[in-house]
């Protein structure tokens, strides 16, 4: 598959790991590519990176936890390059902890992050898609969600959420030739993998049949 010029693709969470790999590949795919970070250096260097790759587009700045904040980006987008008809909702984060020491803040983090954006970016995209009567929404869940793990029953929470929310979505934006769908990878070797305790990481090698992330 191909993209014109015309075709501007959002991907959250571009500046790093999966992220940046979607970003390339839909720019090297045609497309012109909005790629976020939670902060300016963030989306100067993916401003850099896409420069460098030859790649149409730019690094913006996108806190995905304020609602406000998402409606404002779309809007500047679509007034700066056309409305998006690709959006890769990929930003999360993980703030492990076992239930019974889990913070309130940190469950409400993880899912603010990595199920109310999902949520909140694809109904700011969705009119734009529906009135080019094509769009694509690709939304990055985890083995997680589909089979747990202990010490990230929030993070599990939210990726089983973009699963459901995802299903369902689907079916209602289908006939309007709008896919929805998830992506659930295994454990990649990534700054936020990186991140996990030891434990965590014995854990999980052990469920991956070479051994390795």
């Not at 929310?165 to 030739?177: I, P, Q």
């Not at 700054?191 to 090698?205: G, I, S």
Request: charged share 20%; aromatic share 4%; net charge neutral.
């Amino acid at each position: 598959m191909t993209f014109s010029s015309q075709s501007i693709a959002i991907v959250t969470g571009a500046s790093r790991g999966i992220g940046k790999a979607i970003a390339l590949k839909l720019g090297s795919m045609g497309a012109s590519v909005i790629g976020t970070a939670t902060t300016e250096q963030g989306s100067e260097n993916i401003s850099a990176y896409m420069k460098e790759a030859g790649i149409v587009g730019e690094g913006r700045c996108l806190q995905v936890q304020d609602v406000e904040s998402i409606t404002g980006f779309v809007k500047s987008v679509t007034s700066d390059w056309a409305a998006p008809t690709v959006l890769v909702n990929n930003a999360g984060i993980t703030r492990d902890d076992l239930l019974m020491r889990m913070k309130a803040d940190d469950w409400q983090s993880v899912i603010d992050t990595n199920l109310n954006a999902v949520f909140h970016l694809s109904k700011a995209c969705i009119k734009g898609m529906t009135k080019a009567r094509w769009g694509r929404i690709i939304n990055v869940s985890s083995v997680v969600g589909q089979m747990g793990n202990a010490g990230q029953v929030n993070y599990a929470a939210s990726k089983a959420g973009v699963e459901g929310f995802s299903r369902a979505l689907a079916k209602e934006v289908g006939v309007r030739n709008i896919t929805v769908n998830c992506i659930a990878p295994g454990f990649i070797e990534t700054d936020m993998t990186a991140d996990l305790n030891e434990d965590h990481k014995e854990a999980m090698l052990k469920q991956v049949s070479v051994g390795r992330l």
